[in-house]
């Protein structure tokens, strides 16, 4: 998927990134995992402005390891988790984004979420079938 058609800034992802977080936290099911895991989210959130900034932007403003981050959580998080978490995220995206900005970011988090839930999978030694790549 190309890049939007539309100027999309650091502002636009600040927005994305705090109000998803916001719900993220909110949230009766994923929201205990982050709450426990997180202890000082102004800089959480600032590392993840960073990290999407890169992804969109191409910035490379962040220089994390995300994936070892959730390795480390090993069962904590499944399947059902990595759904709730991208619903939440291509609802907040289509709520806050312009509406030919969101299928680009909804992509990547997908692609992202997938990687990440195959390396959990392959860790654990239960391989799941990534979801299927969809076009908006």
């Not at 539309?6 to 995992?33: A, C, M, N, Q, S």
């Not at 600032?46 to 969109?56: E, N, R, Y």
């Amino acid at each position: 998927m190309t890049a939007p058609s539309v100027t999309i800034g650091e502002d636009e992802i600040k927005t994305l990134v705090h109000t998803f977080y916001g719900r993220v936290r909110d949230d009766d099911l994923i929201g205990p995992i982050f709450n426990a895991k997180v202890e000082d989210w102004p800089d959480h959130l600032a590392k993840l402005c960073d990290f999407w900034s890169s992804v969109i932007l191409r910035t490379q403003r962040f220089t994390g390891r995300p994936m070892r981050a959730h390795l480390l959580l090993g069962d904590t998080i499944q399947s059902h988790h990595f759904d709730r978490w991208l619903d939440l995220f291509e609802k907040t995206a289509r709520d806050v984004l312009p509406a030919d900005a969101a299928p680009v970011f909804i992509q990547r988090a997908r692609q992202i979420a997938d990687s990440f839930e195959f390396g959990l999978a392959t860790q654990r030694g239960d391989i799941v079938a990534p979801r299927h790549v969809t076009r908006a």
